[in-house]
C-alpha cells in the first residue's frame, strides 16, 4: 500500500525559509495531482497549494502563500516540495501532503485519499 511521509519541518525564526519534502513509496506520484494542507492549533484544516500531474504540471498557491511559497516536483526522486520563504507567525501549523485529484472543493480535502503523517513548521522569534 502507497505512503507518503513529510518531513522537513521544525521552529525557525520570522523570515526563514524551510523546504518541505513529501516522499512517495509504493506509488508513483507524478500520476497524481499532489496538494499541501496545513492546520494550526484551533483552526481547520487549509489548503494552501497544489500541483498537478506531471501530464500537466500547473500549480496553484492561496492568497495566505503566494509570492512566498512554492511547490515542484522531482519524479526522479518520487518527491514532491514546498519551499516557504518569508516564513511569518502565522504559518505555524501542522502541515500535510495528500495525494488525488484537484476538483472545486479540493481545499476541502475532498478527492485526496492518501495524505502523509504531518509535519510541524513553527514560526517564532
Known amino acids: 500500500q502507497g505512503q507518503l511521509v513529510e518531513s522537513g519541518g521544525g521552529l525557525v525564526q520570522p523570515g526563514s525559509s524551510l523546504r518541505l519534502s513529501c516522499a512517495a513509496s509504493?506509488?508513483?506520484?507524478?500520476?497524481?495531482?499532489i496538494a499541501w494542507f496545513r492546520q494550526a492549533p484551533g483552526k481547520e484544516r487549509e489548503g494552501i497549494s497544489w500541483?498537478?500531474?506531471?501530464?500537466?504540471?500547473?500549480?496553484y498557491h492561496s492568497d495566505s502563500v503566494k509570492g512566498r511559497f512554492t511547490i515542484s516536483r522531482d519524479n526522479a526522486r518520487n518527491t514532491v516540495y514546498l519551499q516557504m520563504n518569508s516564513l511569518k507567525p502565522e504559518d505555524t501549523a501542522v502541515y500535510y501532503c495528500?495525494?488525488?485529484?484537484?476538483?472545486?472543493?479540493?481545499?476541502?480535502?475532498?478527492?485526496?485519499?492518501?495524505w502523509g503523517q504531518g509535519t510541524q513548521v513553527t514560526v517564532s522569534s
Open positions: 500541483i498537478k500531474s506531471s501530464s500537466d504540471g500547473s500549480t
Open positions: 495528500a495525494a488525488g485529484y484537484v476538483s472545486s472543493s479540493w481545499s476541502h480535502g475532498r478527492g485526496f485519499g492518501s
Open positions: 509504493g506509488f508513483t506520484l507524478d500520476y497524481y495531482d
